[in-house]
């Protein structure tokens, strides 16, 4: 009866376990997958699974650990050894002319040691440079984040672009088969010859081909999207946006200043300075002695005889200090500090050329950002114009007043109207984003 039981329970148990496993992935498969991918949350997700973001907050860790085991040297080191020793011929010395023994063949010591630094600049230099060491990692964290959020905000817009170009190639082939109907229907009624079906015919199909097109170059943006979101190959990403929000997100102040202490690239060079401030102190510490603190405690155990060699113990113990100093290194010490200098120069100037540079940058992307705004604001108004004349032409053309060229024309400019709008709308938001990081104003 209770094999009985037991077979029953494992043959419940093992169905309850698959279930349970294949629920456990699934659920671990969903979480991996945004439900609603606006801009925000895209970028959300790339900072919780970038590889290289990982990377950096890894850099954290290890330096923090690191830093650790640097400081670690201030506390007493304590050692223990154990020596056994059997000497097949016991070194003899003369004394007074008489050969002597000096030791026994057996020879065996416990020995506890410990000593503690006093003065050491390696030690030193890990405790005043390590609140800036672990800065320096944080801040590589940071600029690596700012890179990701410029590089996944305009793969955002790309693929945002591409979308909205395919919806109007969607609705010029609507136009254009509706158009293609009612010249083939006149072309049988008489009423016009077959000129005017045809043309409707490869403006059909030119603008299939160009869908056609567009669609695949979706395809590759959106790969690359996921490729900087470090999302799933296999995975849907329905891409959400308000045009609404869009366009409120255009506004940049232009009358804005550049902060250079904003700057990341300045904040890391900043704390790069300050270590090789402290690599230049440690340079001229190496004239100053070091000095550590010691001590032992050995229990020696001495006999001819193996079998007896712990019957009695010999201890000895012994404290005391160590200093140290290189008398003459042949100019190496004077030598290091005048390298210590020269790359705190280095810094220095590496200061000035980031200022240069980001003025540059600044001035090159305020000029982007203001061009490609007068370019938006202009198609923005050639949209509802080319509408309005697509409108008025194709009445017309119904109207027997304008011929079917004409019409093509229209559709052709309405078109081209629309192309240019979303694709101004998403420039000027990219050069924004271009604004924003010389400026400095992209914190993460």
């Known amino acids: 009866m209770r094999k009985t039981r037991s077979y029953m329970f494992y043959r419940m148990l093992i169905p309850a376990m698959l279930v349970s496993s294949v629920s456990s992935a699934q659920t671990s498969s969903a979480d991996s997958l945004l439900q609603d991918a606006s801009l ?22 290890i330096t923090r650990l690191q830093v650790k085991s640097r400081l670690a040297d201030w506390y007493p080191q304590v050692n223990f050894n154990y020596l056994l020793q059997h000497n097949f011929e016991v070194q003899t010395n003369i004394i007074g002319g008489n050969p002597v023994k000096l030791g026994v063949d057996n020879t065996s010591a416990f020995q506890f040691g410990a000593t503690q630094t006093i003065f050491n600049r390696d030690v030193l230099l890990a405790l005043r440079s390590r609140n800036d060491v672990q800065l320096q990692t944080r801040q590589q964290t940071t600029s690596n984040k700012i890179d990701l959020v410029v590089n996944v905000s305009k793969s955002f817009y790309a693929v945002l672009a591409t979308q909205q170009q395919i919806k109007v190639v969607q609705e010029t082939i609507t136009r254009l088969e509706r158009s293609l109907r009612d010249s083939r229907a006149a072309y049988d009624a008489g009423v016009a010859d077959k000129t005017d079906y045809k043309r409707a015919t490869i403006a059909l199909n030119n603008a299939i081909a160009t869908k056609k097109a567009t669609e695949e170059n979706l395809k590759a943006n959106i790969e690359l999207l996921k490729a900087s979101m470090n999302y799933p190959a296999t995975g849907q990403l329905n891409i959400a946006y308000d045009s609404a929000t869009l366009e409120n997100a255009i506004p940049q102040d232009t009358l804005a200043m550049v902060d250079l202490a904003g700057r990341i690239e300045y904040q890391q060079l900043q704390t790069v300075k300050r270590l090789q401030e402290a690599n230049l102190k440690y340079n001229k510490w190496s004239f100053i002695p070091t000095l550590s603190a010691n001590g032992a405690y050995n229990f020696n155990y001495l006999n001819d005889q193996f079998s007896k060699l712990y019957s009695t113990s010999y201890p000895a113990s012994w404290v005391g200090i160590t200093l140290g100093l290189p008398i003459f290194q042949g100019g190496k010490r004077k030598y290091n500090i005048k390298v210590a200098e020269f790359q705190l120069k280095r810094v220095d100037l590496d200061i000035v050329n980031l200022q240069n540079n980001v003025n540059a940058e600044y001035t090159s992307a305020m000029a982007a950002y203001k061009s490609n705004l007068a370019n938006y604001l202009a198609v923005k108004e050639n949209v509802q114009l080319a509408q309005e004349v697509y409108d008025v032409i194709n009445l017309q053309y119904r109207s027997g007043i304008k011929a079917y060229l004409e019409v093509i024309t229209a559709e052709t400019d309405l078109r081209t109207a629309q192309i240019n709008y979303f694709n101004a709308l998403y420039t000027v938001l990219s050069s924004k984003i271009d604004v924003q990081r010389a400026l400095g104003t992209i914190q993460y």
């Open 40 to 61: 925000p949350n895209v970028i959300q997700y790339a900072l919780k699974r970038q590889p290289l973001i990982q990377q950096s907050l890894l850099d954290e860790e």
